[in-house]
């Protein structure tokens, strides 16, 4: 099969809050922008436990995103003792908020690319091939396509911008090293009584993470993350944690969905560009190693990316690949390089006495003010 061509200003791998945020931003810049992403439907299936903090409430107007406000968290000790904190935000309908960002991008004037995945890339000659799935009636949209066909495209770029997950296809073309994750599983449970509280369990039977309920209206998140290092069993202790909120008489026993995911927890990627191609969200470690919230500096590393090539194609400035690095390092280092010592600390504990007590889990959860004394 020979290959299409197209030539485009900035190709971006992964639509999910940060290849959309990016896509926007350089739509904005006046730059030709394609979008590829592997899924046929923007942001489906879900794999988040969809809560957003307050300040992002700007990208969560578009009715039917915004599920319930929450108001706290409270944080489960092995001890029994729950501490309590103000910890306002938003839960959503991730799948909408993913494809609301999706349709800015669109309507700036994007191309958007769903089921169409990258094949092989070519960083010196800057190049991709691209196997896309084509909608006999429109292309491609941010609704799910009716695929019929398959054609082969290879994309010359002059900025290439990974949004494509912590298993970046990008990045393992190019070599570079995997990151390390954590593996979730989660349920879609009946709420049965009005919650506006993020409930979190710590404890050594989510060795490398913790056990949580999101409620959103009418029904809840729950789900664990933890290290398969230690285990690898995710649904033994859901099911228990699930029984146990049904005892109390917080949920229900249906399960009206399954997802999981990877989630990167090893802090920031050696490099955050190399040439003219730049890695954001979970392609570039954002996701905070300790808590999992990882939408937050998606968009904001996005958007960054997004301008950052606008100034480097509309306005020749060569620094701008090292500039985007060194916003998004001053953004977000510290705090990520706080809770990989964090994980490494707390890798010497699970399994043994000190993970049964709560002196361990004070220290590596963000509730407590043990976590951010060295």
Known sequence: MSPKISRIDVLIIGLGPAGAAAAAAARAGGLSVIAIDRRREVGVPVQCAEFIPLPLSAYAQREGVIRQPIVGMKSYLPSGEVAVNVFPGLMIDRAAFDQAL??????????LWLNSRMTTLDAEQQYV?????????????????????????????????????????????????????????????????????????????????????????????L??????????????????????????????????????????????????????????????????????????????????????AVSYLKQGKEEAFADYEEDIRDQFEVSLERAVARRKWMAQQWNTTAAQEDAMHRKGWIAFQDYFVA
Not at 102 to 111: D, I, T
Not at 149 to 174: C, F, K, M, Q
Not at 199 to 204: A, E, Y
Not at 274 to 284: L, N, P, Q, W, Y
């Open 223 to 308: 789900g664990l993350g933890l290290d398969k290092r230690y285990t690898a069993d995710l649904k033994r202790p859901l099911d228990a944690l699930h029984e146990h909120l049904q005892d109390q008489g917080l949920v229900g026993g249906e399960i009206i969905s399954r997802t999981g995911g990877a989630i990167p927890v090893g802090g920031l990627r050696e490099h955050l560009h190399v040439g003219s191609m730049m890695f954001t969200g979970d392609a570039a470690g954002l996701t905070h190693p300790i808590t999992g919230a990882g939408i937050p500096s998606a968009v904001i590393s996005g958007e960054r990316a997004g301008q950052a």
């Open 102 to 111: 999706a349709e800015q991008a669109r309507l700036k004037g994007a191309e």
């Open 129 to 221: 091939t691209v196997l896309r799935g084509v909608d006999t009636q429109s292309g491609a949209s941010v609704g799910k396509p009716d695929v019929e066909t398959n054609e082969l495209w290879r994309i010359h770029y002059s900025v290439l911008i990974a949004a494509d997950g912590p298993h970046s296809t990008v990045a393992h073309a190019l070599g570079l090293p995997e990151l390390d994750v954590v593996h979730t599983r989660q349920y879609t449970v009946p709420l049965l009584r009005a919650y506006e509280d993020t409930d979190i369990w710590l404890s050594n039977d989510f060795p490398g993470g913790y056990g949580w309920l999101f409620p959103k209206g009418e029904y809840a998140n």
